[in-house]
């Protein structure tokens, strides 16, 4: 399995940025995805990248606002935020697997960092 672990999470007010990055193993041939859960909800696709970069995919919540990418030769995957509104609190999770947005894609995870918008 592919060990991940985020960072970058924290507050932020409401319109700020915030950048996630995942720094993993080895990602050899996984896609990549972020999901996030709020409290009391389950956990959702947030966004998800090839392994080449060259397909991304964005939950409608998100789409024009976040930026998934990733550098193949750091094995480092990263979520750029923008806009950031109070629905956007919820803890990030980095995932490695097949390219798709739902969970049963994904065979590892990472702990998660929090990330929490003030209004």
């Known amino acids: 399995q592919v060990q991940l672990v985020e960072s970058g999470g924290g507050l932020v007010q409401a319109g700020g940025s915030l950048r996630l990055s995942c720094a993993t193993s080895?990602?050899?041939?996984?896609?990549m995805g972020w999901f996030r859960q709020a409290p009391g909800k389950e956990r959702e696709f947030v966004a998800a990248?090839?392994?080449?970069?060259?397909?991304?995919s964005y939950s409608s919540s998100v789409k024009g606002r976040f930026t998934i990418s990733r550098d193949n030769a750091k094995n480092t995957v990263s979520l750029q935020m923008n806009d950031l509104v109070p629905e956007d609190t919820a803890v990030y999770y980095c995932?490695?697997?097949?390219?798709?947005?739902?969970?049963?894609?994904?065979?590892?995870w990472g702990q998660g960092t929090q990330v929490t918008v003030s209004s």
């Open positions: 990248i090839s392994w080449t970069g060259s397909s991304t």
């Open positions: 080895g990602q050899l041939g996984y896609a």
């Open positions: 995932a490695a697997g097949a390219y798709g947005i739902s969970e049963d894609y994904f065979g590892s």
